[in-house]
C-alpha cells in the first residue's frame, strides 16, 4: 500500500487532502484511482487507512477508514552528525539511517573531508537529501520524516549538540569494545542522542580533543577499520538494539 504524509493541517474529521507534489505524484505517477487505499501518516503515532474519493484541481480528498495507532519511531531522538563523504555515499547513509530510526541528519564540514560545497551546491545537496530522507521514511513505515540539516561546520555541529544528553564519537584509539558497553548501558529511553561519525579519513586528533572537551565520549566500534558509510549505520544498529530492548524490558 503507498505511503504518505501530511500535516495535521490538512487532516478534517473525516477527510484528508493530499496537495502539492504528493498530489501529482499520487495521480500521475502511481495512478491512484478513486475508490482505492493509501496509507497516510501525520508525523506523530497516527496512521490512517484511507479510501481516494476524488481528485480536484488542486488536491485529492481522501476519506479515513480506519485509523491506527502505531507508534514505530525509537523512544529516543537520535542524532546523526556525518562528516561529508565523497561521492554519492552521503545518499545511502540517509537512506539506511532512516530505516534505523534516526531522528534528525547533520551534514558536517570535517577537516579532512574531501568534499567542498559552496552554498549553491549545499542548497541543492540538502533538497536532494531531504527527498531521500523521505523516500525511505515512506518505504520503511515511519510514522515522521527525519529531517537533514543544513551542512554545519564542526565547531557549529558541537555547539548544536551541547544540549544532548548522551553524545559519542567513535574513535579508533578508544580503548576497547567496553567503551561502548559502558556508554550503551547508561542510555534510558527518553534521553537525546548525538553521535558524531568523520569522513574519509576520520577526525583529526584536534576535533577528537575539541570533542571531549565538550564531554563527548569516545567509544569503539571494534578491532577493524570501518568504513565512514559503515561506522553511522553500526552505531544505530547497536543504538537500535538496545533501546527496542529496553522499552520492551528485555
Same mark, same amino acid.
Given at each position: 500500500? $503507498? $505511503?504518505?504524509?501530511?500535516? +495535521?493541517?490538512? !487532516?478534517?474529521?473525516?477527510?484528508? @487532502? *493530499? ?5 501529482? $505524484?499520487?495521480?500521475? /505517477?502511481?495512478? !491512484? ?6 496509507? *497516510? =501518516?501525520?508525523?506523530? =503515532? ?28 525509537? +523512544? ?20 539506511? @539511517?532512516?530505516?534505523?530510526? /534516526? ?10 573531508? /574531501? ?26 513505515? #515511519? ?13 557549529? %555541529?558541537?555547539?548544536? %549538540?551541547?544540549?544532548?544528553? /548522551? #553524545?559519542? !564519537? ?12 559502558? %556508554? ?7 534521553? =537525546? ?5 568523520? +569522513? ?17 565520549? +569516545?567509544? =569503539? ?5 570501518? #568504513? ?9 544498529? *547497536? ?12
Amino acid at each position: 500500500m $503507498h $505511503h504518505f504524509f501530511v500535516e +495535521p493541517t490538512q !487532516i478534517c474529521g473525516d477527510t484528508i @487532502a *493530499i496537495e502539492g507534489s504528493d498530489l501529482n $505524484h499520487m495521480k500521475n /505517477v502511481l495512478r !491512484i484511482k478513486p475508490g482505492e487505499s493509501v496509507e *497516510i =501518516s501525520d508525523g506523530s =503515532s497516527n496512521r490512517y487507512i484511507c479510501e481516494v474519493d476524488e481528485y480536484e484541481q488542486d488536491s485529492a480528498r481522501l476519506h479515513i477508514c480506519d485509523k491506527i495507532q502505531d507508534d514505530v519511531e525509537l +523512544p529516543s531522538r537520535i542524532y546523526l552528525f556525518q562528516g561529508l563523504p565523497k561521492a554519492d555515499k552521503m545518499e545511502l547513509i540517509i537512506q539506511k @539511517a532512516v530505516e534505523l530510526g /534516526v531522528y534528525e541528519v547533520v551534514p558536517v564540514v570535517t577537516k579532512r573531508a /574531501v568534499v567542498k560545497l559552496d552554498e549553491k551546491k549545499a542548497a541543492k545537496k540538502v533538497a536532494r537529501w531531504n527527498a531521500i530522507a523521505e523516500g525511505a521514511a515512506k518505504q520503511s513505515g #515511519r510514522n515522521r520524516i527525519p529531517e537533514v540539516h543544513d551542512v554545519m561546520t564542526f565547531a557549529e %555541529a558541537l555547539e548544536f %549538540a551541547k544540549s544532548l544528553d /548522551v #553524545r559519542l !564519537i567513535p574513535y579508533e584509539k578508544a580503548e576497547g569494545m567496553g567503551t561502548m558497553k559502558s %556508554a550503551v548501558d547508561q542510555i534510558k529511553p527518553g534521553e =537525546s542522542i548525538g553521535v558524531f561519525i568523520g +569522513p574519509e579519513g576520520g577526525f583529526e586528533e584536534a576535533e577528537i580533543e575539541q570533542a571531549m572537551e565538550q564531554e563527548i565520549i +569516545p567509544v =569503539s566500534l571494534g578491532k577493524r577499520i570501518l #568504513r565512514t558509510e559503515t561506522a553511522g549505520l553500526t552505531i544505530l544498529s *547497536i543504538l537500535m538494539y538496545h533501546l527496542e530492548c529496553e522499552i520492551h524490558n528485555l
